[in-house]
């Protein structure tokens, strides 16, 4: 990434397992952008799962929003669940929970071990979450 502008990246999409590799394909574009190593951008990957799956987990999710900055040699990346209106269809929130979403617990290990920084939080009609990345080395230019 030339300079050190901050970029601002949004997605929108169903809360459905095929539409997360959208989210780990833009997470490791902005990453790459970046000159993340090829090991933090696999993380990077594995850490936009755990951000969907705990967004999604337990409850009837109609859409994932998703943002991605990048700044400088770091990136956060915020994320909410909407939860499915009455009559609204439903994405993938009880299909994940009963299939790939893990125990907070480990899903808190799991981030500690991946990311700098990591958090969320629960409201009446949404869920956030959001981690942050810093690239650990310096590139020469």
């Given at each position: 990434?030339?300079?050190?502008?901050?970029?601002?990246?949004?997605?929108?999409?169903?809360?459905?397992?095929e539409?997360?590799?959208?989210?780990?394909?833009?997470?490791?574009?902005?990453?790459?952008?970046?000159?993340?190593?090829?090991?933090?951008i696999?993380?990077?990957?594995?850490?936009?799962?755990?951000?969907?799956?705990?967004?999604?987990?337990?409850?009837?999710?109609?859409?994932?929003?998703?943002?991605?900055?990048?700044?400088?040699?770091?990136?956060?990346v915020?994320?909410?669940?909407?939860?499915?209106?009455?009559?609204?269809?439903?994405?993938?929130?009880?299909?994940?929970?009963?299939?790939?979403?893990?125990?907070?617990?480990?899903?808190?290990?799991?981030?500690?071990?991946?990311?700098?920084?990591?958090?969320?939080?629960?409201?009446?009609?949404?869920?956030?979450?959001?981690?942050?990345k810093q690239?650990?080395?310096?590139?020469?230019?």
């Open positions: 990434m030339s300079g050190e502008r901050a970029e601002r990246i949004e997605l929108r999409l169903p809360a459905t397992v539409w997360l590799a959208l989210a780990r394909i833009t997470g490791a574009a902005v990453a790459s952008r970046l000159d993340f190593s090829y090991d933090e696999s993380d990077l990957r594995l850490a936009i799962d755990e951000l969907c799956l705990t967004l999604v987990e337990g409850r009837p999710t109609s859409y994932l929003e998703i943002c991605f900055e990048a700044d400088g040699a770091a990136l956060t915020h994320g909410t669940a909407v939860a499915a209106g009455p009559g609204e269809s439903t994405g993938a929130g009880a299909a994940l929970d009963a299939d790939l979403a893990l125990s907070s617990d480990l899903s808190t290990r799991i981030l500690d071990a991946l990311v700098d920084a990591h958090g969320s939080e629960d409201g009446s009609d949404t869920r956030r979450a959001w981690l942050r690239r650990s080395r310096q590139t020469t230019t």
